[in-house]
């Protein structure tokens, strides 16, 4: 009997797929090892809260790290360094590689916009002497999700000068934060009948921003008139310098451990940072690769990657199509021999909520960095679908590398779907596959991750560029 035991074990061994839980192939010295990387990238995710945030974070280390500014026309060689900034909310960094570019770049592309608040053209009114700033939401959230939680307020403005003022707020521990609020239980008896979808209207997502009337009994609209008074003295704007404006209001919220093991990070904007920062972190320590290395950290991922910082725009293409000429190729051999990894992140499987996936595939927490052949809705539409071939070159270069890798597509057939830049970045004949954290609660003011899976994608990532 035991020795039939055995043989089944064998067997089960070399033919079946194990979805073992991560910890159980690391050493604890390993698990160190992941622990640490994400003291760096909470330090990250803390001082980058906004995509123009996340460039200028991404810059600082950048420099720090040898990397130099690419400018149209420059020479470049084997081992040079460099990056571009696109309209200070989109990244483009390059690490150029032995072999000639003709041989086609390894493309890491991640994004570093996450569902927010944005405030309106014309946001500043006062209602019943409290002031507020109206909002539009950015990207695919759930509305009630935004209610009583401390708020910050992120961007610029620009001013009739052409002036530009930063703003940051609601960040440092001595600075106040805003709000929006959301009925008490008692009065809620219409409210609790509307549809999860309607609880909180889009109309209804006003940020509370002061209620002391500027000290005039004769003044109209005194509350709004004294914020106004505030705003001047401290950024020297006046309302119709909003016009002008990207101001962009974030979950207050730090990122911290979760959990009595500490095993989880919690923060805002996990979607796609958890991606980003281990992209960035892999092309920092990217030593002397064999193919040139890109690195994009886009833009306008969240709204369906349109306009000019976005991935159905040009500037990733016209990048590329420098680089080639520089190096004395052209951007459609090169393009056409690159290949890149999308790095974005999945959906992980929510023991709560079972019934969305299907549990043979679905990422799961811990289970390392999810590989994603396809994305889309309903008959896989929307989805550029990676090849057999190129899913099988990633699988062995992981295997081959002792990544800690899983793989889940997002939820259950007909259950709803969803789309990364994967679609347009093989549109441009490049062999592009989905890799990414598996994250609980996306898209919520505070996801969750594994500190394990995020190590596992910059490993990933970082043997996919030395390949
Ligand atoms: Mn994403
Ligand atoms: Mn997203």
Same mark, same amino acid.
């Given at each position: 009997?035991? %020795?039939? *035991?055995?043989?089944? *074990?064998?067997?089960?061994?070399?033919?079946?797929?194990?979805?073992?839980?991560?910890?159980?192939?690391?050493?604890?010295?390993?698990?160190?090892?992941?622990?640490?990387?994400?003291?760096?990238?909470?330090? =990250?995710?803390?001082?980058?809260?906004?995509?123009?945030?996340?460039?200028?974070?991404? !810059?600082?280390?950048? $420099? $720090?790290?040898?990397?130099?500014?690419? $400018?149209?026309?420059?020479?470049?060689?084997?081992?040079?360094?460099?990056?571009?900034?696109?309209?200070?909310?989109?990244?483009?960094?390059?690490?150029?590689?032995?072999?000639?570019?003709?041989?086609?770049?390894?493309?890491?592309?991640?994004?570093?916009?996450?569902? @927010?608040?944005?405030?309106?053209?014309?946001?500043?009114?006062?209602?019943?002497?409290?002031?507020?700033?109206?909002?539009?939401?950015?990207?695919?959230?759930? &509305?009630?999700?935004?209610?009583?939680?401390?708020?910050?307020?992120?961007?610029?403005?620009?001013?009739?000068?052409? %002036? +530009?003022?930063?703003?940051?707020?609601? %960040?440092?521990?001595?600075?106040?934060?805003?709000?929006?609020?959301?009925?008490?239980?008692?009065?809620?008896?219409?409210?609790?009948? @509307?549809?999860?979808?309607?609880?909180?209207?889009?109309?209804?997502?006003?940020?509370?921003?002061?209620?002391?009337?500027?000290?005039?009994?004769?003044?109209?609209?005194?509350?709004?008139?004294?914020?106004?008074?505030?705003?001047?003295?401290?950024?020297?704007?006046?309302?119709?310098? =909003?016009?002008?404006?990207?101001?962009?209001?974030?979950?207050?919220?730090?990122? &911290?451990?979760?959990?009595?093991?500490?095993?989880?990070?919690?923060?805002?904007?996990?979607?796609?940072?958890?991606?980003?920062?281990?992209?960035?972190?892999?092309?920092?320590?990217?030593?002397?690769? $064999?193919?040139?290395?890109?690195?994009?950290?886009?833009?306008?991922?969240?709204?369906?990657?349109?306009?000019?910082?976005?991935? /159905?725009?040009?500037? !990733?293409?016209?990048?590329?199509?420098?680089?080639?000429?520089?190096?004395?190729?052209?951007?459609?051999?090169?393009?056409?021999?690159?290949?890149?990894?999308?790095?974005?992140?999945?959906?992980?499987?929510?023991?709560?909520?079972?019934?969305?996936?299907?549990?043979?595939? /679905?990422?799961?927490?811990?289970?390392?960095?999810?590989?994603?052949?396809?994305?889309?809705?309903?008959?896989?539409?929307?989805? +550029?679908?990676?090849?057999?071939?190129?899913?099988?070159?990633?699988?062995?270069?992981?295997? #081959?590398?002792?990544?800690?890798?899983?793989?889940?597509?997002?939820? *259950?057939?007909?259950?709803?779907?969803?789309?990364?830049?994967?679609?347009?970045?093989?549109?441009?004949?490049?062999?592009?596959?989905?890799?990414?954290?598996?994250?609980? +609660?996306?898209?919520?003011?505070?996801?969750?991750? +594994? &500190?394990?899976?995020?190590?596992? #994608?910059?490993?990933?990532?970082?043997?996919?560029?030395?390949?």
């Amino acid at each position: 009997m035991a %020795e039939k *035991k055995n043989a089944a *074990k064998e067997l089960k061994e070399k033919l079946l797929m194990q979805r073992k839980n991560a910890i159980f192939r690391l050493t604890d010295k390993e698990v160190a090892v992941c622990d640490d990387f994400c003291e760096g990238y909470k330090d =990250f995710m803390n001082n980058s809260k906004t995509e123009r945030e996340a460039v200028e974070t991404s !810059l600082e280390m950048l $420099k $720090k790290g040898g990397f130099k500014e690419y $400018k149209a026309g420059m020479k470049l060689k084997t081992g040079d360094k460099i990056y571009r900034v696109n309209r200070g909310k989109a990244l483009l960094i390059a690490i150029i590689g032995k072999a000639p570019i003709a041989e086609g770049v390894r493309l890491c592309a991640a994004h570093i916009d996450s569902p @927010r608040l944005d405030l309106k053209q014309n946001p500043l009114y006062e209602n019943e002497e409290v002031a507020y700033f109206k909002t539009h939401y950015y990207g695919g959230i759930k &509305k009630y999700q935004w209610t009583t939680i401390p708020l910050s307020l992120h961007g610029v403005i620009l001013k009739a000068d052409g %002036e +530009s003022v930063k703003v940051n707020i609601g %960040e440092d521990e001595n600075d106040p934060v805003f709000c929006v609020s959301d009925l008490l239980p008692h009065l809620a008896n219409e409210q609790m009948k @509307r549809p999860l979808a309607q609880a909180i209207k889009g109309e209804e997502l006003n940020i509370i921003i002061g209620s002391r009337p500027f000290r005039d009994d004769e003044a109209s609209n005194a509350v709004k008139l004294g914020i106004m008074q505030i705003l001047n003295e401290k950024y020297g704007i006046i309302e119709a310098d =909003f016009i002008s404006a990207e101001l962009e209001a974030v979950p207050a919220f730090k990122a &911290k451990d979760i959990g009595f093991d500490r095993s989880l990070i919690g923060s805002y904007g996990h979607d796609d940072r958890v991606c980003a920062y281990p992209a960035l972190m892999a092309s920092l320590n990217c030593k002397a690769p $064999k193919h040139t290395v890109v690195t994009v950290l886009t833009d306008k991922e969240e709204t369906g990657s349109d306009g000019n910082t976005g991935l /159905c725009s040009s500037y !990733l293409e016209y990048f590329i199509y420098d680089l080639a000429e520089a190096l004395g190729s052209d951007g459609r051999t090169v393009l056409s021999a690159s290949e890149c990894l999308s790095a974005d992140v999945n959906a992980a499987f929510d023991p709560t909520f079972p019934e969305v996936n299907e549990r043979n595939n /679905c990422a799961y927490v811990n289970k390392g960095v999810c590989i994603t052949k396809y994305t889309g809705a309903r008959g896989k539409s929307g989805t +550029s679908d990676a090849s057999a071939e190129f899913t099988g070159r990633i699988r062995r270069l992981m295997d #081959a590398n002792n990544v800690i890798w899983q793989t889940g597509e997002l939820g *259950k057939v007909d259950e709803g779907g969803g789309g990364t830049v994967a679609a347009y970045i093989a549109n441009l004949n490049v062999d592009t596959i989905d890799m990414g954290v598996p994250v609980l +609660s996306m898209h919520a003011p505070y996801e969750i991750v +594994s &500190k394990i899976d995020t190590y596992m #994608a910059y490993k990933a990532f970082s043997v996919f560029m030395a390949d």
